[in-house]
């Protein structure tokens, strides 16, 4: 005898061996054994044996017409072989009988399972949506084979025009028939999906593409503006009476900082340190800090800006030259002849604003030998002629106090690069870092937050501190993090460091501002009236905001930067490059700040200049390929620690920044910092769009504005 019988919801037959009660030991056609439940067997029969009739079963299933048999089935429940005689006749064996069940098993939409060989027939109005609904998914299934094809031939659908392209690969919605058919092309042509639809024309770019993947993940909503009620700046303020002066880059619109030099009798001399003051136009909770607390950093990209505040706040509050601005001003007086700081103040006020002055054409005139000999024309030179030795003095103060915590010498780096982007075309061009006019912004934009960071805690007013303390021995592992409560930051050479100069393109220098007006305008009883009070949870919880996301902005343009490097190799056609050793087989391009990985370069010594051949460049995972051809020189070895010293000093943090993986692009931020690079996040990236860049003189100027890691800036630290 034979069984046909449910085993876990699937249908199987078998020849029975014995049978013990109510279970059968039944034999299947393959040789294994199954001990069976009289309740779980639907047909017990001769003929055919079981392998024969799950075939006869199978083919007659298929011949089943499922309309006819729903319109023979009653309306309620019945067991299956009810319908054996109204579909099949009088005489039907246990392969029809087989056949219905595997019928009315298999087609759910028709038939409702109410048990052991029971079912009942689906309600006429439930069956037509099912029934619909089938025809839907076999019409898309349709569609979706359609487009599969086409992008496995390399034409793209209509259906996949305009933003849809960009959306499959940034934020997909992975039931839709349009990314499963992308899904099959990739996988049957083996490439990546947006390489695929790179080559079908679905996408600019591959900079259109980094470009979308990132406004899709930090600014889904775009990167416009709501309208903003106009920031009102209290009329109350008094006028200063000095007259101020910028630097920056060409480019730069967001003016943050502004000095001015006074002569005093006996020989002294007040300089002012003045802020772009937003925080007494924007409100704590108003339409502008919602706006700031969103995007919490103007985002840097070569060619671009996506500017934390509107652009009619921007301009209200900008230091532009030809009139009085709102400011925060420190102010210093100084002893000439010392160099040393004899009292200081803080002011809300405003500030003539007399010129705007531009690195590009001035960094080759206001040099050191021209400012010691007093020579050359230029704007506010008997300004300039009075900071330079002062902001030598402030240098040469940070460096005895980097020593007190067990670090060498700050060695200034030499070279900076600037991107200008015009379309596709990219200009990148070298910059000397460490010149006068860069060293006067740093020193005096430290001095700016160090004193600033005690002013708040000595009147008991919680701001955000940005400290930097080793671990263990005073020559350990140091660590950078952002902390509501005054610190040192060793790799300065500062007591204490609160972010405050850039107020116009980062959150954490507007809140700070709000704290130090409260300061300046209620004195000892500040800790009442500042908008943030003493272990505020809100301002823990900006603190926490600003960090990820001002690294994940770093990390994009870090990322930007090296795709635009890869772009100038392709757009100079470049096949060969000079690049010389930094550790192992790391390397760095001399022309383009570019670090790349060459497996089995060898051993070279540190700074080996090598003569290397581009093989291969993808724009699209942003990734180079090259090989060493010949050595072009080795330098000369230095004995001893400091040679060892100087092989050491920022590896790691090169080692980490070459790694274009976002763990190591996160690993390189904290090598920067650790090793005290610059912790202003200020862009080193400039338009060629006439938008701001940040042009590497850095607000906060340098944490270390001399690491030799320095160097790799753009690659390991782009959020200066």
Request: proline residues 4%.
């Given at each position: 005898m034979?069984?046909?019988?449910?085993?876990?919801?699937?249908?199987k037959a078998?020849?029975v061996?014995?049978?013990?009660?109510?279970?059968?030991?039944?034999?299947?056609?393959?040789?294994?054994?199954?001990?069976?439940?009289?309740?779980?067997v639907l047909?017990?029969?001769d003929?055919?044996g079981?392998?024969?009739?799950?075939g006869?079963?199978?083919a007659l299933?298929?011949?089943?017409?499922?309309?006819?048999?729903?319109?023979?089935?009653p309306?309620?429940e019945?067991p299956?072989a009810?319908?054996?005689?109204?579909y099949?006749?009088?005489?039907?064996?246990?392969?029809?009988?087989?056949?219905l069940?595997l019928?009315m098993?298999?087609?759910?939409?028709?038939?409702r399972?109410?048990?052991r060989g029971?079912y009942?027939?689906?309600?006429?109005?439930?069956l037509?949506?099912?029934?619909a609904?089938?025809?839907?998914?076999?019409?898309q299934?349709l569609?979706?084979?359609?487009?599969?094809?086409?992008l496995?031939?390399?034409?793209l659908?209509?259906?996949?025009?305009g933003?849809k392209?960009?959306?499959?690969?940034?934020?997909?919605?992975?039931n839709?028939?349009?990314y499963?058919?992308l899904e099959?092309?990739?996988?049957?042509r083996?490439?990546?999906q947006?390489?695929l639809?790179?080559?079908?024309?679905?996408i600019?770019?591959p900079?259109?593409?980094?470009?979308?993947?990132f406004?899709s993940?930090?600014?889904?909503h775009?990167t416009g503006?709501?309208?903003?009620?106009?920031?009102?700046?209290?009329?109350?303020?008094?006028?200063a009476d000095?007259?101020?002066f910028?630097?920056?880059?060409?480019?730069?619109?967001?003016?943050?900082?502004?000095?001015?030099v006074e002569?005093?009798?006996?020989?002294?001399?007040r300089?002012?340190v003045?802020?772009?003051?937003?925080?007494?136009?924007i409100q704590?909770?108003?339409?502008?800090?919602?706006?700031?607390?969103?995007?919490?950093?103007t985002?840097?990209?070569p060619?671009?800006?996506?500017?934390?505040?509107?652009?009619s706040v921007v301009e209200?509050?900008t230091?532009a030259?030809g009139?009085?601005r709102p400011?925060?001003?420190l102010?210093?007086?100084?002893?000439?002849?010392?160099?040393?700081?004899?009292?200081?103040e803080?002011?809300?006020?405003r500030v003539?604003v007399?010129s705007?002055?531009?690195?590009n054409?001035l960094?080759e005139?206001?040099t050191?030998?021209?400012?010691?000999?007093?020579?050359?024309?230029y704007?506010?030179?008997d300004?300039?002629?009075?900071?330079?030795?002062?902001a030598q003095?402030?240098?040469?103060?940070?460096q005895?106090?980097r020593?007190?915590?067990?670090?060498r010498?700050?060695v200034?780096?030499n070279t900076?690069?600037?991107f200008y982007?015009?379309?596709e075309?990219?200009t990148?061009?070298?910059?000397?870092?460490?010149?006068p006019?860069?060293?006067?912004?740093?020193e005096?934009a430290?001095?700016?937050?160090?004193?600033?960071?005690?002013?708040?805690?000595?009147?008991?007013?919680?701001g955000?501190y940005?400290t930097?303390?080793a671990?263990g021995?005073?020559?350990?592992?140091?660590?950078?993090r952002?902390?509501?409560?005054?610190?040192p930051h060793e790799?300065?050479?500062v007591?204490?460091?609160a972010?405050s100069t850039?107020?116009?393109?980062?959150?954490?220098?507007?809140?700070?501002?709000?704290q130090?007006i409260?300061?300046?305008?209620h004195?000892?009883?500040?800790?009442?009236?500042?908008?943030?009070?003493?272990?505020d949870?809100?301002?823990?919880?900006?603190?926490?905001g600003?960090?990820?996301?001002?690294?994940a902005?770093?990390d994009?343009?870090?990322r930007?930067e090296?795709?635009?490097?890869?772009?100038?190799?392709?757009?100079?056609?470049?096949?060969?490059?000079?690049?010389?050793?930094?550790?192992?087989?790391?390397?760095?391009?001399?022309?383009?700040?570019?670090?790349?990985?060459v497996p089995g370069?060898g051993v070279?010594?540190?700074g080996t200049?090598?003569?290397?051949e581009?093989?291969?460049i993808d724009?699209?995972t942003?990734?180079a390929?090259v090989?060493?051809?010949?050595?072009l020189?080795?330098p000369?070895?230095?004995?001893g620690g400091?040679?060892?010293?100087?092989?050491?000093?920022g590896?790691?943090?090169?080692?980490?920044?070459?790694?274009d993986?976002a763990?190591g692009?996160a690993?390189?931020q904290?090598?920067a910092?650790?090793d005290g690079?610059l912790?202003?996040?200020?862009s080193a990236?400039?338009n060629?769009?006439?938008?701001?860049r940040?042009?590497g003189?850095?607000?906060?100027?340098?944490?270390?504005?001399?690491?030799?890691a320095?160097?790799?800036?753009h690659?390991?630290?782009p959020?200066?």
């Open positions: 034979n069984v046909f019988f449910e085993e876990s919801g699937s249908f078998g020849s061996l014995s049978r013990q009660g109510d279970a059968f030991q039944v034999e299947l056609p393959g040789g294994r054994r199954a001990k069976v439940r009289a309740k779980d047909i017990e029969f003929k055919p079981a392998a024969e009739l799950m006869q079963a199978d299933a298929q011949e089943i017409d499922l309309d006819f048999l729903w319109e023979c089935a309306d309620d019945f299956f009810t319908l054996g005689a109204e099949f006749g009088e005489h039907f064996g246990a392969a029809e009988r087989a056949a069940v019928r098993h298999g087609s759910p939409v028709y038939f399972r109410k048990g029971m009942q027939r689906a309600p006429q109005e439930q037509k949506m099912a029934l609904g089938l025809e839907r998914k076999r019409q299934a569609v979706q084979a359609q487009y599969e094809e086409e496995k031939e390399g034409r659908p209509d259906a996949f025009t933003s392209a960009l959306a499959l690969l940034t934020k997909p919605d992975k839709t028939i349009e499963k058919a099959g092309a990739a996988a049957a083996g490439i990546s947006a390489r639809m790179l080559e079908c024309g679905a600019a770019s900079r259109a593409l980094h470009e979308a993947k406004l993940e930090f600014f889904p775009g503006f709501p309208p903003v009620a106009a920031a009102i700046v209290p009329d109350d303020l008094p006028q000095g007259e101020a910028s630097i920056d880059d060409i480019t730069t619109t967001e003016i943050d900082d502004a000095f001015s002569h005093l009798a006996d020989g002294r001399v300089i002012g003045h802020i772009a003051a937003p925080a007494l136009g704590r909770g108003d339409e502008a800090d919602a706006i700031a607390r969103t995007r919490l950093s985002v840097y990209m060619g671009d800006k996506i500017t934390m505040l509107p652009d209200t509050f230091l030259e009139g009085y400011a925060l001003s102010y210093v007086i100084v002893n000439r002849e010392t160099q040393e700081i004899v009292a200081s803080t002011r809300a006020e003539f007399k705007n002055l531009r690195h054409t960094d005139i206001v050191e030998q021209a400012l010691a000999e007093g020579t050359g024309d704007p506010h030179k300004d300039i002629a009075v900071l330079w030795p002062f003095a402030l240098f040469e103060k940070r005895t106090a020593a007190g915590y067990g670090l010498r700050e200034q780096r900076d690069f600037n982007v015009d379309g075309h990219i990148i061009t070298p910059r000397r870092r460490g010149s006019l860069d060293t006067i912004v740093a005096l430290i001095l700016a937050n160090s004193s600033w960071g005690a002013f708040l805690h000595d009147h008991g007013v919680p955000i940005r930097q303390r671990f021995a005073p020559s350990g592992p140091k660590r950078t952002m902390q509501t409560n005054a610190a790799g300065l050479g007591t204490q460091y972010w850039s107020p116009l393109r980062r959150y954490v220098d507007l809140v700070n501002q709000w130090l409260a300061c300046v305008q004195g000892v009883t500040a800790k009442l009236a500042a908008p943030f009070k003493p272990k949870a809100d301002l823990f919880a900006v603190v926490q600003f960090d990820d996301t001002y690294t902005y770093a994009y343009q870090r930007m090296y795709f635009w490097c890869l772009r100038w190799l392709k757009q100079e056609n470049r096949k060969q490059v000079v690049a010389s050793v930094v550790k192992g087989d790391l390397v760095r391009l001399e022309e383009i700040p570019l670090l790349l990985h370069l070279h010594a540190r200049r090598l003569q290397m581009v093989m291969s724009e699209l942003i990734e390929s090989r060493l051809l010949h050595v020189d080795a000369t070895v230095t004995s400091e040679a060892d010293e100087a092989e050491d000093e590896d790691e943090e090169l080692l980490d920044a070459a790694d993986s763990e692009e690993e390189a904290a090598e910092d650790l690079n912790d202003d996040g200020e990236t400039e060629g769009t006439g938008d701001e940040n042009d003189n850095s607000d906060e100027g340098n944490d270390s504005a001399a690491n030799p320095d160097a790799e800036q690659i390991t630290e959020g200066r």
